[in-house]
């Protein structure tokens, strides 16, 4: 059993910072792609950043140069380091991870729970 569970998420006025966080736990063997994705109130789930377990990284065009994501394989976590931030970001982010659990030869995408993000005055 794997669980993902993120953090960070809090209220911040336009032109502020937050980190979010996603750690990983369970039987995990190894870990591929991870990514942010976030979700506003009747709006799809959109894809924000990916890194690949290589370090290669994609951002959507609302966030380049304002976002980045990195993370850290020893301890099965990743981030998202958001800077001016703005009303339109307002939304639950979400992790996602590629996991090879113990045991198994295919891998798996899980998700976690979310995290609410509001960027208001």
């Known amino acids: 059993q794997v669980q993902l569970v993120e953090s960070g998420g809090d209220l911040v006025q336009p032109g502020g910072s937050l980190r979010l966080s996603c750690a990983a736990s369970?039987?995990?063997?190894?870990?591929?792609?991870v990514g942010w994705y976030r979700q506003s109130p009747g709006k799809q789930r959109d894809r924000v950043a990916i890194?690949?377990?290589?370090?290669?990284?994609y951002y959507a065009d609302s966030v380049k140069g304002r976002f980045t994501i990195s993370r850290d394989n020893a301890k099965n976590t990743v981030f998202l380091q958001m800077n001016t931030l703005e009303p339109e970001d307002t939304a639950v982010y979400y992790c996602?991870?590629?996991?090879?659990?113990?045991?198994?030869?295919?891998?798996?995408?899980?998700w976690g729970k979310g995290t609410l993000v509001t960027v208001s005055s």
């Open positions: 996602s991870m590629t996991i090879t659990t113990n045991g198994v030869s295919h891998a798996t995408n899980y």
């Open positions: 369970g039987s995990i063997d190894s870990i591929g792609a």
């Open positions: 890194i690949s377990s290589s370090g290669a990284t």
